[in-house]
C-alpha cells in the first residue's frame, strides 16, 4: 500500500516549462510501475509517460520528445518534466502506481484500471 501526492502545477505560457513532483510514501521498498496520467475538461483521463523498476521509460505519441518521466528512488519522488508545453497539455496531472504491470514497455498504452494507486492531481494550464 503506497500513498501518491502530486505538486508543481501551474499556469505558463505555451513553450515555456514545468516540473511536477510526485510524492510517495507507505509500502516504498517493494517498487512499483508508476505513470502519469492527464484529463482535460470534457475529456476521459489519458496516459502520458510510465517508468519501472529498472528505470525504462515510455511515453505516449502526444508528449514524445517533450516530457521526460524519471524518479529519485532515495527521495521516494516521481517526476515529470515539461519543456515545451503547448496549450493541448492544459489538463489535471496524475500520479499513479500499478500492483499489476511490470515493465514500462507493458505499461504503454494500458488504460487505468491497471492502476490500482492514485494522487489527487495537480493542475496545469498553458495559455496561447
Known amino acids: 500500500q503506497v500513498q501518491l501526492a502530486e505538486s508543481g502545477g501551474g499556469s505558463v505560457q505555451a513553450g515555456g516549462s514545468l516540473r511536477l513532483s510526485c510524492a510517495v510514501s507507505?509500502?516504498?521498498?517493494?517498487?512499483?510501475?508508476m505513470g502519469w496520467f492527464r484529463q482535460a475538461p470534457g475529456k476521459e483521463r489519458e496516459g502520458v509517460a510510465y517508468?519501472?523498476?529498472?528505470?525504462?521509460?515510455r511515453y505516449e505519441d502526444s508528449v514524445k520528445g517533450r516530457f521526460t518521466i524519471s524518479k529519485d528512488n532515495a527521495k521516494n519522488t516521481l517526476y515529470l518534466q515539461m519543456n515545451t508545453l503547448e496549450p493541448e497539455d492544459t489538463a489535471m496531472y496524475y500520479c499513479?502506481?500499478?500492483?499489476?504491470?511490470?515493465?514500462?514497455?507493458?505499461?504503454?498504452?494500458?488504460?487505468?484500471?491497471?492502476?490500482?494507486?492514485w494522487g489527487r492531481g495537480t493542475q496545469v494550464t498553458v495559455s496561447s
Open positions: 517508468i519501472d523498476k529498472r528505470d525504462d521509460t
Open positions: 507507505g509500502n516504498t521498498a517493494r517498487g512499483y510501475l
Open positions: 499513479a502506481a500499478s500492483d499489476f504491470l511490470l515493465t514500462a514497455a507493458q505499461a504503454l498504452g494500458e488504460p487505468e484500471r491497471a492502476y490500482n494507486y
